[in-house]
């Protein structure tokens, strides 16, 4: 994995995230192809990764939606983790934590390829939306040169309902540690691969249903975010470095958004 990681311009430890990110989709999709999984989605950092690659920041968890009640959706991926995908094997480590301000549960799961162990990693069990999921291409580098299956598509949180989500996120009275959402929204939007109608209608639904605050939000990004949203700017390339040309930008973003017919 060295070889590959330098050959490739990756930080080592980003490829073996990413590894496990794949093997972690593999066992869902054959899950679903056994009947086991009605369905699932990636959602947060993690479908960010496999969608836009390096242009995304980093992430350490893997946000999952699955249908049903936490207990069902925990019975659902610890059964569909026992399948395995390729070489790689999966076990559950420790107690699931409760998240009951977002109904979710954290799992610490230790992968393993072949015999040897590979990583741990978080895995966050969430609701699924009612929005429709994107067959998204992975496109992460490297699999391919360390000659591992890769499935192909992978099932995504759609763009709307993710993008509506961050912004509720990063907000809303809990939005304490969400800086990094507002970079989020402004790389998907600077894509050009948004319908902005549609992103309207996301975000009116789900501020109507969490009722925590009022869509379209006000926008004022928080002292404490603006060392934390220039460094990430930075460290992913942005073309606007400043917390003052950031803030300007996703007040402009939440503005056609709010207009968009």
């Given amino acids: 994995m060295g070889r590959v990681a330098k050959d490739q311009g990756l930080a080592q430890e980003r490829l073996r995230r990413w590894v496990s990110f794949i093997a972690v989709c593999g066992v869902l999709e054959r899950a679903v192809q056994e009947g086991l999984l009605g369905n699932y989605y990636l959602k947060g950092g993690v479908a960010m990764e496999l969608r836009f690659a390096e242009s995304a920041r980093a992430t350490r968890d893997v946000d999952i939606g699955l249908t049903g009640e936490r207990t069902e959706r925990l019975g659902i991926f610890r059964d569909a983790l026992a399948l395995g995908f390729d070489e790689f094997s999966f076990q559950l480590k420790g107690k699931p934590l409760r998240m009951d301000k977002v109904d979710a549960v954290r799992l610490e799961v230790a992968v393993k390829f072949r015999t040897r162990a590979w990583q741990t990693i978080d895995v966050d069990l969430g609701a699924a939306g009612i929005g429709a999921v994107d067959f998204v291409e992975p496109s992460v580098r490297g699999l391919a040169a360390m000659?591992?299956?890769?499935?192909?598509?992978?099932?995504?949180q759609n763009l709307s309902e993710q993008v509506a989500q961050k912004l509720h996120a990063c907000t809303g009275p809990y939005s304490q540690g969400r800086a990094r959402d507002v970079l989020d929204i402004l790389l998907i939007d600077s894509l050009g691969r948004l319908d902005l109608s549609a992103v309207r209608v996301a975000a009116e639904h789900l501020f109507a249903e969490r009722a925590t605050h009022a869509f379209?939000?006000?926008?004022?990004?928080?002292?404490?975010?603006?060392?934390?949203?220039?460094?990430?700017?930075?460290?992913?390339?942005?073309?606007?470095?400043?917390?003052?040309?950031?803030?300007?930008r996703f007040r402009r973003f939440v503005d056609t958004v709010a207009d968009a017919e």
């Fill in 216 to 248: 379209p939000p006000t926008i004022q990004i928080l002292a404490e975010w603006r060392p934390e949203l220039e460094f990430l700017a930075a460290g992913l390339g942005y073309q606007v470095r400043t917390a003052a040309e950031i803030e300007a």
């Fill in 147 to 156: 000659g591992l299956k890769t499935p192909s598509p992978v099932r995504c």
